[in-house]
């Protein structure tokens, strides 16, 4: 399948761009989970989750895509993000605990 090889090298450089871009929202998330571990915002917030979902296949659907698809895919995504803000904030919380523990002892 020689002839497939020019196809190929473009969508895997469009993956390599996909799972970067990825990579930079997942860090973003990591700072999303200390701020509202901060101010004490939960992890979830369901109407953001299905803002981000919703716009996301908006967007889809005007740039030709099945939003259907992309509202599947965005929900893996939040999935994903809100399961990673709960565990960074469930580790600062005890880390937290920890600390306040350590200070009470006068240590």
């Known amino acids: 399948m020689e002839v497939m090889k020019p196809f190929r090298a473009r969508i895997d450089a ?8 990825l990579a930079k929202r997942t860090a973003i998330i990591r700072e999303v989970a200390a701020f509202k571990h901060v101010h004490g915002i939960p992890a979830v917030l369901q109407d953001r989750v299905d ?3 919703e716009r996301n296949a908006a967007n889809a659907a005007a ?3 099945d939003e259907e698809t992309v509202r599947q895919i965005y929900a893996l995504l939040i999935d994903y993000s809100c399961r990673l803000e709960d565990t960074l904030m469930q580790a600062a919380r005890a880390q937290d605990q920890s600390r306040d523990k350590q ?3 006068g240590g």
């Open 14 to 21: 469009l993956d390599d761009e996909i799972v970067d871009l």
């Open 51 to 53: 803002e981000v979902r």
């Open 103 to 105: 200070t009470a002892k």
């Open 63 to 65: 740039r030709g895509v």
